[in-house]
C-alpha cells in the first residue's frame, strides 16, 4: 500500500521535514502530489516577502553570524 499526501497543504516546512524523514525511517512509501503554483500564489508569496522586508523582519548574514 502506498500512501498519497498533499505536501502543499502542510504549510509548515518544519513539519513537513518531519513527516517525510518519519516516513523515511518507517520505511513506508509515499507519493507526493504537489501542485505546481499558480501565478496569482506567486505575486502573493512576493507581496508578503516584500512586506516581510519593509518591516524589517528577516535574518541578516551578520544576525545569522552572532546566532551561530
Do not use: C, V
Not at 9 to 23: F, N, Q, R, Y
Amino acid at each position: 500500500m502506498e500512501l498519497i499526501i498533499d505536501f502543499d497543504s502542510i504549510k509548515d516546512p518544519d513539519k513537513k521535514e518531519w513527516l517525510l524523514h518519519t516516513l523515511k525511517l518507517m520505511g513506508i512509501d509515499y507519493q507526493a502530489t504537489e501542485q505546481p503554483q499558480t501565478l496569482a500564489q506567486y505575486n502573493e508569496d512576493l507581496e508578503a516577502g516584500d512586506a516581510e522586508i519593509e518591516r524589517g523582519d528577516f535574518k541578516t548574514a551578520e544576525d545569522l553570524k552572532i546566532e551561530s
